[in-house]
């Protein structure tokens, strides 16, 4: 069956569906093929597959970037005004030219994704205390890596078995 999916139009036609962002079970159920063969398929060609995901991805990115400039920029839009006649027909009575504002969310969120530091304060100085308490376990552990374990003495062995020396723990508790 993997036979079947590496006929080069039928290859094509896959990776057209995945650059377009058609999910994998779509297309397997579109093929009509197990979805362990479709996985044997994909393993076979992972860059060219790998290749089209991205291809959507920046198509999808490129689409919301025009949509997020449209909304910073506002503009114009069109209003038409229709009426019906006595047949049910509709007939355009007037044009209008409305003007879109700016959208004030789409600014704030432009100006803090582009100029966090100066838009978005709060998460930086979250980054930069986190960074800084990364720092002080760093210079911690520095610290504690100048201690050489071996050249401390082992204490001795008390004299005694552990039931000697419960018994003594709990008398000095008692006192």
Do not use: C
């Not at 079947?4 to 057209?16: G, H, M, N, V």
């Not at 060609?45 to 490129?62: D, N, P, R, S, V």
């Not at 449209?70 to 069109?78: D, E, H, Y």
């Not at 966090?116 to 990364?134: A, F």
């Amino acid at each position: 069956m993997v036979s079947k999916l590496d006929e080069k139009e039928i290859t094509e036609s896959i990776l057209k569906k995945v650059s377009l962002g058609v999910s994998d079970l779509k297309i397997y159920r579109a093929l009509k093929v197990s979805p362990p063969t479709f996985k044997l398929w994909k393993n076979d060609h992972q860059e060219e597959y790998e290749q089209a995901k991205i291809e959507f991805q920046l198509l999808a990115l490129a689409k919301v970037e025009t949509q997020l400039n449209k909304k910073i920029r506002g503009g114009w839009r069109r209003k038409e005004k229709y009426e019906v006649d006595d047949e049910g027909n509709e007939i355009l009575v007037s044009v209008e030219r409305q003007q879109v504002d700016p959208e004030l969310n789409a600014i704030m969120f432009w100006l803090r994704s582009h100029h966090p530091e100066i838009y978005d304060r709060v998460n930086m100085k979250r980054l930069e205390l986190e960074q800084q308490e990364g720092s002080n376990i760093q210079e911690v552990i520095q610290q504690l890596s100048k201690f050489d374990i071996n050249k401390y003495e082992v204490d001795e062995e008390p004299d005694g078995n552990e039931k000697d020396i419960l018994n003594l723990l709990d008398e000095n508790k008692n006192e």
